[in-house]
């Protein structure tokens, strides 16, 4: 068997320290059997992908050095390596589904769905498309296409029985259709969702091994169901453990600093990283901790694999990355240090800011060091000069924190509209909201202006700053974190 592995990224946010880790593996065992690792973007989701997402994921892979043999900017055999490029694909493949009735249109409206949901989870039921639309006469399906209903397409689910996965790691997975929805294959927008891409795509590239997070073992009925009605042979599957936070609960933004771009903005050097994502679930045969890449390569083995939960630990990252700077001669770790913060495109932001403001190249230090790196030194005092009582600034952080999750496009623009709208909604002036977000990123009441010091940090920087803040004022309660979730609920109700 040749060999052909894939990572398959979403370009709708900051690439994930999770991609990383998938992709790390998926590499590491097509170059151990001289075979070729792909790199397909799923981006069908036109409202959320952006193509500076997707360069940020091509720019963060080559980073740490988790080069790809086909893909978008490369081509290969197998192209388009964009979803989005492959729509006639989908649409011919969902034709074959539709004609031999293993899928169906469906016209039932969002509201309809919604009440569908909220009665199976008041009852305690598995939420999942009870089959309205499964009986519909043809001539009915017609005539509601050529009138213009919108309508999605879903496969067909048997309604009894189990399907069996042949996991490479967990041996036979058993789950019972009875929790396996009748899944949206074909949106109402003509796109196709990660499912049928996914097994259409799979197929099509003649991918040998689907590598991937146990989060999708749920899904991977649905994926079998495909194969078979296309009548193909299914890939190997094989399910990687999910990186934990320290408290074990599934690594995430609202703990963690997840995106690839924080790391780098932090110092982290691309080999610690990846020497640090290797070791989650894998152990080496002699039993070091420190490799190369080339190393991990050399030495893999699926046999090595642990499933128990991995821990994404910031100390044990830390203590790795020191170890990869202390072995670097004094000349390479002189250029790490410019190719980290001292390179043009680092500064080139930085200079409208400060030019104005600068009498001696010394003062650019105290001006810069906030955004060059993590030189602030915060305390609940640095909070102590605001008019405001430490519960009304923990509520304006917590609140902050909230609503930049919810931003797409990390602009200076969209940063003014989310701020200035949280302010309407809170009655507060924009300057009193603004005041603890300069000193949880800054360390200090005046700084470099703030969206646009937002814009230089990102958005992961930007978010741990906030979180970090909101644990130096003693972080949130339980009570109190309910309280302020009913209350920002209610805030973006009122808007």
């Not at 499964?134 to 048997?158: D, F, H, I, W, Y």
């Not at 009894?160 to 259709?177: A, K, T, W």
């Not at 690839?260 to 990283?273: F, H, K, N, S, T």
């Not at 958005?459 to 909101?470: E, N």
């Amino acid at each position: 068997m040749t060999v052909r592995t894939r990572i398959a990224p979403s370009p709708t946010g900051d690439p994930h320290v999770g991609t990383a880790y998938v992709a790390l593996f998926n590499l590491a065992f097509a170059r151990s059997q001289g075979g070729t690792f792909v790199l397909r973007i799923e981006d069908t989701d036109q409202v959320r992908s952006t193509k500076a997402s997707e360069q940020m994921i091509l720019d963060s892979l080559r980073w740490l050095g988790l080069d790809w043999d086909e893909g978008p900017d490369r081509g290969g055999a197998f192209g388009p390596y964009r979803q989005s490029e492959r729509s006639e694909i989908y649409r011919s493949h969902v034709e074959i589904l539709i004609e031999a009735r293993h899928a169906f249109h469906c016209f039932c409206s969002g509201e309809r769905l919604d009440e569908l949901r909220q009665a199976q989870q008041q009852r305690g039921e598995t939420q999942r498309y009870d089959g309205h639309c499964l009986a519909l006469e043809p001539g009915e399906v017609q005539r509601r296409l050529a009138a213009g209903e919108p309508s999605v397409v879903r496969m067909k689910v048997p309604e009894s029985g189990v399907c069996r996965i042949d996991d490479l790691f967990r041996g036979v997975i058993e789950i019972d259709y009875q929790q396996v929805d009748m899944q949206v294959l074909l949106k109402s927008d003509g796109m196709p969702t990660y499912h049928l891409a996914n097994v259409v795509d799979d197929h099509l590239m003649e991918i040998s091994h689907v590598i991937r997070g146990e989060e999708w073992i749920n899904s991977a009925p649905k994926h079998r169901l495909l194969y078979d009605y296309f009548g193909w042979a299914p890939p190997v599957l094989a399910h990687l453990p999910l990186l934990r936070n320290p408290d074990r609960s599934k690594l995430s933004k609202r703990k963690n600093p997840t995106s690839i771009q924080y790391y780098r903005r932090m110092g982290y050097l691309p080999e610690a990283l990846v020497n640090f994502l290797g070791l989650m679930g894998y152990s080496m045969a002699d039993g070091r901790e420190q490799f190369e890449l080339s190393d991990f390569i050399a030495a893999f083995s699926f046999e090595r694999i642990s499933l128990g939960a991995p821990v994404f630990d910031l100390e044990k990252l830390n203590w790795l990355n020191g170890n990869w700077l202390r072995g670097l001669s004094d000349g390479a770790f002189a250029d790490r240090v410019v190719q980290w913060a001292l390179n043009r495109d680092q500064l080139m932001p930085i200079v409208p800011l400060v030019r104005e403001r600068t009498e001696r190249f010394a003062d650019l230090i105290g001006m810069t060091g906030y955004l060059l790196g993590d030189n602030r030194e915060l305390t609940s005092d640095s909070f102590a000069e605001l008019s405001m009582e430490q519960e009304a600034v923990l509520e304006v952080l917590q609140f902050t924190l909230w609503r930049l999750e919810q931003v797409p496009d990390w602009e200076r623009a969209t940063l003014v509209d989310c701020m200035t709208s949280l302010a309407g909604a809170l009655g507060v002036k924009i300057r009193a909201l603004l005041g603890p977000l300069f000193i949880a990123l800054s360390g200090r009441p005046v700084a470099l202006p703030l969206y646009d010091s937002m814009v230089i940090l990102g958005s992961d920087v930007t978010r741990a700053r906030l979180r970090d803040a909101i644990d130096v004022l003693g972080g949130v309660s339980k009570k109190q974190a309910k309280r302020l979730e009913k209350r920002y609920r209610g805030l973006a109700a009122a808007e």
